[in-house]
């Protein structure tokens, strides 16, 4: 977040620093008002940029077998520009590199999902996916495998359980 503001901040001065030059350049033509007016326009137009470019960037950050499987959108009243075209706050994925069966379990299988969230630190959460009856049961607390097994019913073409299923393939 440090080094979010100072890019801003970066941006901000770069773009009132290429208007003074202009200005200087062109023996005071332009009105002073724009070199403050350039720096507020450039730090605006960092911040959309690094807010609409965060999901690309971290998403292409994520190891190979780590697969995307859903995001959330949202917009914003102080960001009028998100009713528009909504900005990608958080996002799911599950880790395929971790993905286990159990033979004794057929169409179930044990992955890792990534919960990522833009500002907030990521969080792994072991789930069991039960992929023929469309269902998936986190394995959190004291003792995650504890029966009965905790499950909660998802749409079969959940993003989320059909990522975990392709390890089944």
């Given at each position: ?71 959330v959108e949202?917009s914003?009243?102080?960001?009028p ?7 990608v ?64 019913a ?16």
């Amino acid at each position: 977040m440090l080094l979010d503001f100072v890019a801003t901040v970066s941006a901000g001065l770069g773009l009132a620093g290429l208007v003074m030059i202009a200005r200087w350049l062109l023996r005071g033509r332009l009105p002073g008002w724009l070199v403050p007016a350039a720096a507020g326009a450039g730090m605006l137009a960092f911040a959309i940029w690094n807010e609409y470019t965060w999901f690309p960037r971290t998403a292409a950050a994520l190891p190979p077998g780590v697969t995307v499987a859903r995001t959330v959108e949202e917009s914003a009243l102080w960001r009028p520009w998100t009713y528009w075209h909504p900005i990608v706050t958080r996002f799911s994925a599950v880790d395929l590199r971790t993905a286990r069966t159990n033979p004794e379990a057929p169409g179930q299988v044990l992955a890792t999902v990534l919960l990522i969230a833009r500002w907030q630190p990521r969080s792994a959460v072991p789930v069991l996916f039960d992929c023929d009856s469309a269902r998936q049961a986190p394995l959190l607390g004291p003792d995650p495998f504890a029966e009965p097994i905790p499950w909660e019913a998802v749409p079969p073409d959940d993003d989320v359980l059909r990522a975990a299923c392709v390890a089944l393939d």
